[in-house]
């Protein structure tokens, strides 16, 4: 069947249009989910370029398919560094991304002034789908460290798909199959078009997925986080707790735990303000996890007092973790303001080498507690090992 290219581009404009519309609302509404804001502004050139070439016929060529082009690459581009920034990935170097899509804008040019050929640039057109697809896939796809999106992942699969249909498009241009205008109905146009239309409908619906479970994720990381520093706090510590009791029963591993306080505190506090004690908190969070391994869990229980749990970790590697976190505190210049302060800890240290079912992480938290007294009463700065 033989589909109008005017009605298919006048189709995928309304449709840009609309989901566009969605997304700005979504991003109004959201500002602080990153990439929402560059994914609407990408859509807005998309739209734009989609009306650029609907209105083909009554505009000259060559600012047509400048236009309509630049307004292409600008949209994909913005789309893209939208799934960059929802990831938390870099961006390269703006110079060399603005010119290769100088060379790109060039290459449309040129094969519509100097040298008239549609066939060259519907494969050039379909080397800039491709291009992106493959930039969107990297940009979406979870490494290792990443926070995973299941509909994430999805739309790195859609575009791995529409990569495909670009490349077949590029072949059928190759092979007689492009015509010789936008808006002949020939094989590779609708082909592009068609591949346009149903991407369209599946990124509007996967970004909406995209940002729902964004925003589910975020509720469930306030639930469980200190909003402060940024760790467990201490209703997420029994979950994460048991299940690491579970693991090492499982396993046959000892387990230890940690519970820091920092020695006279709310003298901070009073001498300094709040503020004060806010950064020296977030600081010591910094410093306790520049010691911790990827695997141990950080929490704050409340005020000044933090527990660490340290999965496969024998009484002898506790009391040594525990030394370094206490010296490295020692150690550091809190700065506050204008002045600076030191502050010390004690800590309190309890290991399990034997597992058993009757270990509970309340268990642990009594018996490190009484250690941690014990180092307050032999007069702060030190740790201790419950007996």
Not at 105 to 113: A, D, E, I, K, R
Not at 165 to 188: C, D, F, K, M, Y
Not at 193 to 210: Q, R
Request: proline letters at 3%.
């Amino acid at each position: 069947m033989t589909l109008d290219p005017f009605t298919l581009i006048t189709t995928l404009a309304v449709m840009h249009f609309l989901a566009t519309a969605i997304l700005i609302f979504v991003w109004h509404v959201n500002r602080s989910i990153p990439g929402v804001g560059f994914w609407a502004l990408g859509r807005v050139c998309l739209t734009l370029a989609l009306v650029a070439f609907a209105l083909r016929p009554v505009t000259p060529l060559v600012p047509s398919v400048l236009t309509a082009t630049g307004l292409l690459i600008a949209g994909l581009h913005f789309v893209w560094q939208g799934n960059l920034a929802f990831m938390k990935r870099s961006s390269p170097r703006l110079v060399i991304v603005v010119g290769l899509y100088g060379v790109v804008l060039m290459g449309m040019v040129y094969w519509s002034s100097v040298e008239l050929n549609f066939m060259a640039r519907t494969v050039l057109s379909a080397m800039i789908f491709i291009t992106f697809d493959w930039l969107f896939v990297r940009a979406l796809w979870p490494r290792e460290g990443d926070e995973v999106y299941f509909f994430g992942k999805l739309m790195a699969l859609a575009f791995v798909l529409s990569g495909c249909a670009q490349i077949v498009r590029a072949v059928v241009a190759l092979s007689g199959g492009s015509g010789h205008t936008l808006l002949e109905p020939a094989a590779a146009t609708q082909m592009g078009l068609m591949t346009a239309i149903v991407m369209s409908l599946i990124s509007a619906m996967a970004y909406m997925a995209i940002i729902m479970e964004f925003l589910k994720k975020d509720l469930v990381r306030q639930a469980e986080r200190d909003p402060l520093t940024g760790v467990f706090n201490r209703r997420a510590f029994h979950a994460v707790g048991n299940h690491i009791l579970a693991r090492s029963r499982r396993d046959g591993r000892a387990v230890s735990l940690l519970i820091l306080d920092l020695d006279h505190f709310k003298s901070v506090n009073d001498t300094h303000g709040h503020w004060a004690g806010d950064t020296v908190l977030r600081r010591v969070v910094d410093l306790v996890q520049g010691v911790l391994r990827a695997q141990d869990v950080l929490v704050r229980l409340g005020g000044e007092e933090f527990a660490m749990m340290l999965p496969a970790t024998v009484q002898s590697e506790a009391l040594h973790v525990a030394e370094r976190i206490r010296k490295v505190i020692e150690a550091e210049l809190f700065e506050i303001g204008a002045g600076a302060i030191r502050v010390t800890t004690s800590l309190g240290v309890t290991s399990i080498s034997t597992m058993s079912d009757n270990h509970e992480i309340d268990d642990l938290i009594k018996r490190a507690d009484i250690a941690l007294y014990q180092a307050k009463d032999e007069g702060r700065n030190r740790v201790c090992v419950s007996p």
